[in-house]
């Protein structure tokens, strides 16, 4: 009888999904409760709006659906006319408070989730470049950015917003309105990303593997990409969190001032807006509930910001 060689059993790799639940990251996640109330909230916020056709009850949007008899209907009254009772109330044209707040969530997380990606993208490839070729390319990259900073950002959105709007055909305002919006914002928000990914091209561009792609003669566009770009995205994720909630902001502050989303589609800043000219004669429902919505989205999108920045922080382990 020869002896077999003994041949250890092959284990199955673990799925990516039970390598997540296992990573460093996700224990985090789990110790700490206000990552987790800040994500459930999120994520219910998020969700809400992604499928407020079936949550609503009506669209508000919809001419055919008002009926201004309706109108300043408080929470959970019974209305003098109608005899229909709604969750949060109706706003001045007979819409359910409900069903606005939930659609012009709509609105304001495309907007804000549109922005920052434009802004990720523009910041990144400015970033990559001002970092790696240096030179004249690296200061007039870094100059311009030095300049922006120089002004507040909000003043730079509406700058860019006015300009926009005013070379749009009229015909075609409202139907822009919201990519303009994207546009103004993503361009006065990309200045952090292109300074964060020049920084870290810098240091990344020295390191072996660097050289090791120049030697066999990758050219500057796959190594900046292929090679510098995956491991300079962690400090890009976390600023892109914290964004998203200072872009939501922006969106509702140019609404608020009448300068971005149009009637037509109005943004939680829109109902913020329509909700404070009848503050003060006593239907306050109207601003209270969108203005709750609005501080809920940004401080939870913010608070797991700042967790997700604290967890991928090395100092701090």
């Known amino acids: 009888m020869t002896d077999q060689p003994l041949v250890p059993e092959t284990q199955a790799a673990p799925s990516r999904l039970r390598r997540a639940l296992d990573s460093d990251l996700f224990y985090a996640f789990r110790r700490s409760p206000v990552a987790v109330v800040s994500a459930i909230v999120s994520l219910l916020l998020i969700l809400s709006a992604v499928f407020a056709p079936l949550i609503a009850m009506t669209n508000p949007f919809d001419p055919s659906s008002l009926n201004l008899m ?48 434009f802004a990720v993208v523009l910041g990144i490839v400015l970033g990559l470049l001002a970092g790696y070729f240096g030179g004249w390319t690296d200061t007039i990259i870094m100059r311009a950015a030095d300049v922006q900073l120089t002004f507040p950002s909000i003043l730079v959105a509406m700058l860019i917003f006015g300009i926009a709007k005013g070379i749009t055909p009229v015909e075609h305002r409202d139907q822009m309105a919201i990519w303009v919006l994207i546009l103004a914002i993503g361009l006065s928000d990309w200045v952090q990303f292109a300074r964060v990914v020049r920084g870290a091209t810098l240091v990344e561009k020295n ?9 066999i003669g990758r050219r500057p566009g796959a190594i900046m990409l292929r090679h510098i770009l995956p491991n ?35 943004s939680l800043g829109t109902l913020i807006r329509i909700g404070q000219s009848y503050l003060f004669s006593g239907e306050w429902w109207i601003l209270f509930f969108p203005a709750c919505t609005l501080l809920a989205l940004a401080l939870s999108v913010n608070l797991l910001g700042d967790w997700l920045r604290d967890a991928l922080n090395p100092r701090l382990k």
């Open 70 to 117: 309706n109108g300043f209907t408080p929470p959970l009254e019974p209305n003098a006319f109608t005899g229909e009772s709604f969750l949060m109330g109706t706003d001045d044209q007979g819409r359910d408070v409900f069903s606005t707040i939930l659609y012009g969530m709509r609105i304001s997380l495309f907007v804000g989730f549109a922005a920052v990606l």
């Open 207 to 215: 390191k072996d593997y660097v050289s090791a792609a120049r030697l």
């Open 232 to 266: 300079i995205l962690s400090p890009v994720l976390v600023i892109a969190t914290i964004s998203l909630a200072l872009a939501i902001i922006a969106e509702a502050t140019l609404s608020f001032l009448g300068v971005g989303a149009p009637p037509t589609q109005p």
